[in-house]
Nanobody, 118 residues
Framework: QVQLVESGGGLVQAGGSLRLSCAASGIISSVFNPSTVNWYRQAPGKQRELVARIDRNSIANYADSVKDRFTISRDNARKRVYLQMNSLKPGDAAVYYC?????????WGPGTQITVSS
């Protein structure tokens, strides 16, 4: 089954860190490796927003709100994309999703919840 699954979410105090993982399964390496993978987040009552993306060459882009705090990386051998989140703020609380285009269609994971206590 072709799917993306996020993990690593949870409850953290403001100023803390979390590392999210996006695991791809059912996707062969020749399809996964050249694909751009994105991390999005959606807070209650807000639109889904792009947090970070990483392309086939591991070139990363970030939303201004997370720049210098979050780091996206990929491990093609394991077919995983990570989001290291440092200096977390209450405003970072949301459901985080990864997505990518594989086999000609967009694929989303079910999301992982991040809660940040102040």
């Amino acid at each position: 089954q072709v799917q993306l699954v996020e993990s690593g979410g949870g409850l953290v105090q403001a100023g803390g860190s979390l590392r999210l993982s996006c695991a791809a399964s059912g996707i062969i390496s020749s399809v996964f490796n050249p694909s751009t993978v994105n991390w999005y987040r959606q807070a209650p009552g807000k639109q889904r927003e792009l947090v970070a993306r990483i392309d086939r060459n591991s070139i990363a882009n970030y939303a201004d709100s997370v720049k210098d705090r979050f780091t996206i990386s990929r491990d093609n051998a394991r077919k995983r994309v990570y989001l290291q989140m440092n200096s977390l703020k209450p405003g970072d609380a949301a459901v985080y999703y990864c997505d990518g285009q594989f086999y000609g269609r967009g694929l989303w994971g079910p999301g992982t919840q991040i809660t940040v206590s102040s």
